[in-house]
């Protein structure tokens, strides 16, 4: 018998974010896209061979280091000590 679509979903989640609870690294993202910008996503992703996480997390990894780049140590701990990340 084939599995529902929230069947798929809930086993996926388990498999790959299951580690959550136990204290894991991922965590889960809901987000509403364009269209056009998810399949902008999805093409740079298989242009550069790579998943639209590991994408996005490479993205946000070097807009970062910019940001710390530029910053004095002050605006560095200050930009740490951000703690309202809901």
Not at 25 to 37: E, N
Not at 76 to 83: I, S, V, W
């Amino acid at each position: 018998m084939a599995l529902s679509n929230a069947e798929r979903q809930r086993l996926y989640r388990q498999r790959h974010l299951g580690k959550m609870s136990e204290g894991g690294d991922k965590q889960f993202l809901r987000l509403v896209l364009d269209v056009s910008t998810r399949n902008k996503l999805k093409r740079i992703a298989k242009h550069r061979g790579v998943s639209v996480p590991a994408l996005i997390t490479t993205w946000a990894d070097r807009a970062e280091q910019r940001i710390l780049d530029k910053a004095t140590a002050s605006e560095q701990r200050k930009y740490y000590a951000t703690t309202d990340l809901k």
